[in-house]
């Protein structure tokens, strides 16, 4: 039966950029709700410190917990040989990190969508880098998760393989154990698509999953497909909701997932709008789990 874990959604800035959190007040009021996991973000400011690391594992485990999953963004699409470089020894520290913290999923990320690039030359140059860290992450076990993912806080521009043409071409580039997809449903309407479709193209592939839900503040998906300015644009008519009571239909992701054998971990992205929603997006997910796995 799949696992459910959580990822701090609400409390980013302030894990991440103001320190007016800290990690551990982020594990006592995780460790409340009805879940196995916490997915980690190689970005917390405390994650600086690698004497921490080992610190925050035991915190996580003494509450009957562990951290199934890293999140991190490396950009492996950029033209300068030397930056990609730096980009895979980043990627390594995360592996380790995420190695240390007991976990056995590691994110990667094909990288940004500059505009000079064209499709084949970007799918190249992320498959080589994520060839490049595989090794690595094999000796220590640590499963490589590509992610149909929107754009990091800290980009100048989107995701590369934000679009489901480049990013089924780019998983089906990278044949290894240790490589497969974490799924998204709602980063595919950030991309004006169907995440069922694309569900269903990589759902052999899907290890893990990320659930959220999205809902349209203004206008109708076809408005949102029809956007100027492409990805950029899309977010600006989509929020961040309670999990069941958006866009995403997860009897239909579910049927799917259950029909490939899918029995991994799930970790959800909401609680935007504070512990109670996150609460009851659990919940949501934990009968949604009973209904299809039990």
């Given at each position: 039966m799949p696992k459910l874990a959580v990822f701090p959604k609400a409390f980013m800035n302030a894990l991440c950029k103001d320190g007016s959190m800290k990690v551990k007040e982020w594990i006592e009021l995780a460790v409340k709700l009805d879940i196995?996991?916490?997915e980690w973000y190689a970005g917390?400011?405390?994650m600086a410190d690698k004497k921490k690391w080992s610190l925050f594992r035991s915190?996580?485990?003494d509450h009957g917990k562990v951290i199934p999953m890293m999140c991190c963004s490396p950009d492996f699409t950029h033209p300068d040989k030397a930056f990609r470089e730096k980009e895979i020894v980043k990627q390594k520290n995360?592996?380790?990190m995420t190695y240390t913290l007991g976990g056995s999923y590691c994110r990667v990320l094909s990288g940004q969508r500059r505009p000079e690039l064209s499709m084949d030359e970007g799918v190249k140059?992320?498959?080589d880098c994520i060839y490049d860290c595989l090794p690595y992450a094999q000796e220590r076990h640590i499963t490589l998760i590509l992610e149909n993912h929107y754009k990091d806080d800290f980009w100048e521009y989107p995701e590369f393989a934000q679009k489901m043409d480049i990013f089924c071409q780019l998983v089906d580039r990278i044949d290894h154990p240790y490589f497969g997809v974490n799924y998204d449903p709602s980063n595919t309407y950030l991309a004006g698509e169907d995440p069922i479709e694309l569900l269903k193209r990589v759902s052999k592939r899907v290890v893990t999953m990320h659930a959220s839900d999205r809902y349209l503040k203004e206008g109708t998906l076809e408005d949102l497909r029809k956007e100027e300015g492409g990805a950029l644009g899309y977010a600006k008519r989509l929020?961040?909701?309670e999990i069941g009571k958006g866009l995403n239909d997860y009897d239909a992701i579910f049927t799917e997932l259950k029909r490939v054998g899918f029995d991994n971990w799930i970790?959800?992205?909401d609680g935007v709008d504070g512990m109670d929603q996150l609460e009851r997006s659990?919940?949501?997910l934990r009968k949604k789990i009973s209904q299809y796995w039990g």
């Open positions: 196995e996991g916490l917390f400011l405390e915190m996580v485990e995360w592996i380790d140059l992320a498959a929020s961040h909701g970790s959800i992205e659990v919940s949501f």
